[in-house]
């Protein structure tokens, strides 16, 4: 199991490629077209939104319930991997997940626009939309879509209302009932064969002795219920989501590995207590190309966070982690890492607030340690590291109590060092 450790973009598809190839099933059990994982392989830069990493493999590639599909999306990745030349054969998608509509995409965007200054940042893919339909039992599914006849009449049902939330609420135009039912018909014949009983299938899998690799998306501080909430996407990116998001049993997850940038970056508003101030911000962010992949925007850069990462190690029950984007930090002479939150009332703390206003108004405590000050594109294991870099991630191991089995040093598929 791959779980973002921090707020997303901590490299995850480039771990999930690298385990990948070890692995039978690659299953991705919640979240959209949200999330982007960037993949560099032979030289070509892949960029999936639906698709588990592990298509570059030809690897059985699941989608399970507990993810929402916008259609438009997955069915242009689908053309755009075959154009490529990869074999889409062995992906396949519960028939229980959600549909994103098009008034969810609609909706995600006037209702972003409406709240203005008060905004959450979303990527305005319909993805809170979606789960809220799902949630409030008026959601359309994937097997929705193979039935003319139900389908018309979920969508006629449907947009009779969204069009009025979208007219007098968000001031936003309507949607044409004949151009939205017009193109969902035309999603089946596309979809037909990529359907299947994901929870059976992985069931299957594991009884048949299979490796099966679950890829979180998003990350662990944008959970809706453990995250820092508002500002955090709709689904449970946690690991133990994994189970319900696929349909199997939560003992049937063994290892969970959390993916942890060497620094942090957030897109999107909300509370970031080791924020970079200064020039140093642009620097890193230039450094690292922190440029989201599916919306373009910049992403906000911060010194690692210990007390969120070990908040995050103790909601998904790290087994080990991989650090990633090492060599992003290899400019500085001294490097700032947050081990303790200092609170409003003066009290400092390891562990990350459970009160939404003691983390909003929480200041770092940093511990600064020596930077390396060289390139770590040629270091081949990680015995080689520079002395300074070992000692870096050796903190990160004795505060948390969690072993670091991969580095990220580089972009590459083979840029990753195991431990
Ligand atoms: P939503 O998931 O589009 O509803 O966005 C909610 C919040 O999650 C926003 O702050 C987004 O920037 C953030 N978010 C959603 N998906 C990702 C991701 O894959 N990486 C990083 N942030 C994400």
């Known amino acids: 199991m791959i779980v973002g450790a921090q707020w997303g973009d901590e490299g995850k598809g480039k771990i999930v490629d690298l385990l990948a190839q070890h692995s039978d099933v690659v299953v991705r059990y919640q979240g959209g077209p949200n999330a982007g994982h960037t993949i560099v392989a032979d030289g070509e830069t892949y960029k999936f939104r639906h698709m588990p990493s592990g298509l570059l493999w030809g690897k059985e590639c699941v989608l399970g319930a507990g993810c929402v599909i916008d259609p438009d999306v997955f069915i242009e990745e689908l053309d755009d991997a075959e154009s490529r030349g990869l074999d889409t054969s062995r992906v396949r998608v519960s028939g229980n997940a959600h549909v994103i509509m098009p008034w969810h995409v609609a909706i995600d965007?006037?209702?972003?626009?409406?709240?203005?200054?008060?905004?959450?940042?979303?990527?305005?893919?319909g993805i809170g939309p979606a789960y809220a339909d799902k949630s409030s039992r008026l959601g359309i599914r994937v097997q929705d879509l193979f039935d003319q006849k139900i389908l018309r009449q979920k969508i006629e049902v449907a947009l009779a209302e969204k069009n009025l939330w979208l007219e007098r609420i968000y001031g936003a135009e309507p949607l044409e009932l004949e151009d939205v039912a017009g193109r969902a018909e035309r999603w089946a014949p596309r979809l037909r064969s990529h359907i299947a009983d994901a929870s059976l299938l992985v069931h299957q899998a594991l009884l048949d002795g299979q490796d099966v690799l679950f890829e979180g998306a998003q990350g662990t501080l944008l959970d809706l219920d453990h995250g820092t909430y508002p500002f955090v996407t709709s689904s449970n990116p946690l690991a133990a989501a994994a189970a319900t998001g696929t349909g199997i049993g939560p003992n049937r997850i063994d290892q969970?590995?959390?993916?942890?940038?060497?620094?942090?970056?957030?897109?999107?508003?909300?509370?970031?207590?080791?924020?970079?101030?200064?020039?140093?911000?642009?620097?890193?962010?230039?450094?690292?190309?922190?440029?989201?992949?599916?919306?373009?925007?910049?992403?906000?850069?911060?010194w690692l966070d210990l007390v969120a990462l070990r908040y995050a190690a103790r909601l998904n029950g790290f087994t080990s982690l991989a650090l990633t984007k090492l060599d992003v930090l290899s400019d500085f002479d001294e490097l700032p890492v947050c081990t303790r939150y200092r609170l409003p009332d003066g009290t400092e703390t390891p562990d990350f607030p459970a009160h939404q206003s003691d983390f909003h108004h929480a200041d770092p405590v940093y511990e600064v340690v020596d930077g390396w000050r060289e390139p770590l594109d040629e270091v081949e294991s990680a015995a080689g590291l520079p002395d300074a870099a070992r000692r870096y991630v050796e903190l990160v191991e004795r505060e948390l109590g969690v072993p670091v089995s991969l580095i990220g040093t580089g972009q590459e598929r083979e840029r990753a060092l195991a431990r």
């Open 109 to 125: 965007g006037a209702s972003e626009r409406r709240l203005g200054r008060l905004q959450i940042g979303t990527t305005r893919r």
């Open 256 to 302: 969970v590995v959390g993916v942890a940038k060497a620094y942090v970056t957030r897109v999107g508003e909300g509370p970031f207590p080791t924020e970079i101030e200064g020039p140093n911000q642009e620097r890193v962010r230039d450094l690292g190309g922190e440029y989201g992949t599916v919306t373009g925007r910049t992403r906000r850069c911060g």
